[in-house]
């Protein structure tokens, strides 16, 4: 995937569901979180953990099923073994992005996104590649 795919993910996306979301600031998953929300991103925090509260003034949900509404991309920080599972609820969801955080990767779940037709971007951090790619914040 090059520079401007991933451009034109980031700039077109508007709601993203973060998966393996936690309310830990030492977390990976929260700082991105943290940093997507102050970029103009809506992110739906997605953990059985976080289903009921609130996070970052975000309501968590325990799934994707459980997400009211559209979305634009699912932003994985989970082990790969469970990336297949959320692949194919992706495809259900009719998600058109799926995006896979450095340490994420499994190659079962990315050849199911891609033969339904997902986008699917392996092996990137969302925070870092804005940042890279001087992407302005979204506007409101």
Avoid at 39 to 68: C, F, N, W
Wanted: glycine share 6%.
């Amino acid at each position: 995937m090059n520079d401007s795919d991933i451009r034109k993910i980031l700039t077109g996306t508007r709601r993203i569901a973060l998966v393996g979301a936690s309310d830990n600031p030492q977390r990976p998953a929260w700082q991105v979180m943290m940093f997507l929300l102050q970029h103009g991103y809506q992110v739906i925090p997605v953990s059985p953990r976080m289903a009921g509260k609130t996070v970052a003034g975000q309501q968590g949900y325990a799934s994707l099923d459980e997400v009211p509404g559209s979305i634009d991309m699912v932003d994985v920080f989970r082990n790969p073994e469970v990336v297949p599972a959320i692949a194919t609820r992706a495809i259900a969801r009719q998600i058109p992005v799926l995006w896979l955080q450095p340490g994420t990767v499994n190659p079962q779940a990315v050849n199911i996104a891609r033969q339904a037709g997902l986008i699917v971007v392996e092996n990137k951090c969302t925070k870092i590649e804005i940042n890279r790619l001087e992407i302005p914040p979204l506007p409101v």
